[in-house]
């Protein structure tokens, strides 16, 4: 059957779904490759979730991204009779000029390597499958779908640093991620609540990696991340907004490298770091430990923060939608945040809040609160579909 590929490339992991296209867009396998170059391991299911394999494969074989490339499409091929119309991909940045999805040729994918140093843990392993299937099947339709792209259309001064021009012009801009997310959610809450659809609203996508989006007329406005995805938000690993201060100090007292520096901040910062027990918000809601109970608080603090930002460049909030896998899965986490905007005149239900129904606010409340999970491999089957004319 004819279908669309949709890839999410990781340093050692490639995420892939598969969607049929012969109809309207229909999900039919979820899997990924994790391991990749050290015990590299096929796990897929079906939609309803029934598993379809979960087989080893020799390190050799899926040395890197590539290798994961070629074992995963044989397998759809030969296994699934999936015939590939069009292969999606998420690419975490389209630097300043891609403003939507973009179909791949040679050009467009050099010009992507030029972002590389704008985001260079993420951005090689998105394009590296993107150059496997590339090279192996050259007529194929790649379409690059970007994190960055929902925002592009920020105001001036949503979109700089107070630094000199000449950094803004070679690409140091305040762009925002997840809006793959955003882009899919906003239109959510428009089918939920149509007359949010022209609203102001913020979405909170809290996930490992966390971030908001203030929302106008269906259009980002501001986000909480910037020129990377380490600002705003403490997330599982990584330590959202810190003064650059503290990275000079690093630098320059504690004789810190680079490397080092990136490291500390993305992989041993945020609810990780504070904790010293765990990125996991279902692991520190289970612990009583006092570092547990303060990584949560700042978390909920932060996010109280944010809101209050947001709701200053939208001009006043509308809604405040809840998505991702610890807004749309902890009831209790909800509960947290919504107290601190109450001063927005946020009201909960606890009863919808405990169903996890898509309105958790009470009637009296003067902002919607809603759920709404998030689907951005869908985002980006619709946006593949749409640029190959199907
Ligand atoms: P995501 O990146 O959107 O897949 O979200 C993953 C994160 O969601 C995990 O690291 C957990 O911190 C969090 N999470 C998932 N399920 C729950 C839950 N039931 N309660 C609290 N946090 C959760």
Known sequence: MDAILVVNAGSSSLKFEVFAIDGPLQRLVEGQM?????TPKLRASGSDGRKLLEQGYPAVEV???????????????ETQGVSLAAVGHR????????????????????RLERFVP?????QPNNLAPIRAFYQRWPNLPQVACFDTSFHRAHSAVADHYAIPQ???????????????????????????????????????????????????DGRSIESSMGFTALDGLPMGTRCGQIDPGVLL??????????EQVQNLLYRDSGLKGLSGISNDVRDLLASDDPRAVFALEYFVYRIGLYAGTLAAALGGLDAFVFTAGIGENSAEMRARISAKLSWLGAKLDPAA??????????????????????????????????????
């Open 353 to 390: 809040n405990a169903a996890g129904e898509p309105l958790i606010s009470s009637p009296d409340s003067t902002i919607a609160l809603l759920v709404v999970p998030t689907d951005e491999e869908l985002m980006i089957a619709r946006h593949t579909l749409d640029l190959i004319g199907r």
């Open 34 to 38: 994790e391991g990749i170059g050290t």
């Open 118 to 122: 704008l985001a260079p843990l993420h």
């Open 249 to 258: 100090y690093l630098i320059a007292q504690e004789g810190m490298t680079a």
């Open 63 to 77: 040395a890197d991204l590539p290798g994961a490339t070629r074992v995963v499409g044989a397998w759809l091929r």
């Open 166 to 216: 000449r950094f803004h012009e070679q690409g140091v801009r305040r762009y925002g991620f997840h809006g793959l997310s955003y882009e899919y959610v906003s239109g959510r809450v428009g089918e939920i609540a149509p007359d949010l659809a022209d609203g102001r609203v913020i979405i909170a996508h809290l996930g490992s990696g966390a971030s908001m989006c203030a929302i106008q």
């Open 91 to 110: 690419v975490v940045h389209g630097g300043p000029d891609y403003d939507s999805p973009t179909r791949l040729d040679e050009t467009v994918i050099e």
